[in-house]
């Protein structure tokens, strides 16, 4: 039996996203997961660095290979609030990860409008997990910017 769910993990990346949007960043959170254990979590930051690549994925995707000691994560799993980004994607079609979970679609800058073959051919795919919490931290971000 599985200690920890796939719910478990995408919370984990949540509170992430939490921590993005107390800082003023698109609340944007990943996890990455090896043997059942978080490796690495990370939020967006491209206005705490000054860096338009600093995603959450990207940043998570280098402490994990950090943490391994290898650029692979073919045994890997990645939870993300929301659907990568072409530029993410990329760099999860690199990292060869073996499953990638996101909560929110993202109809206008996701990597399935641009190229839903984007991930390596071996990276599952898994959609919509807590996908309401994670959009409705997404349009709360976005109203308190109107506002």
Known sequence: MELYTHEYFMNEALKQAKLAFEEG????GA?????????????NQTERLGDVTAHAEMLAI???ANH????????CRIYITLEPCPMCAGALFWSQIGEVHFGA??????????????????TKVFSGLLEEE??????DFFKKLRD
């Open 105 to 122: 679609s993202d109809p206008k800058r996701g990597f399935r409008q641009s190229n839903p073959a984007m991930l390596h051919p071996k």
């Open 134 to 139: 994670a959009g409705k931290l997404m349009l």
């Open 68 to 75: 391994l000691g290898a650029k692979y994560l073919s045994d």
């Open 31 to 43: 996890v990455i997961v090896s043997k059942n254990r978080v490796i690495a979590r990370a939020y």
């Open 62 to 64: 280098t402490a994990a």
């Open 25 to 28: 960043e698109i609340p944007v």
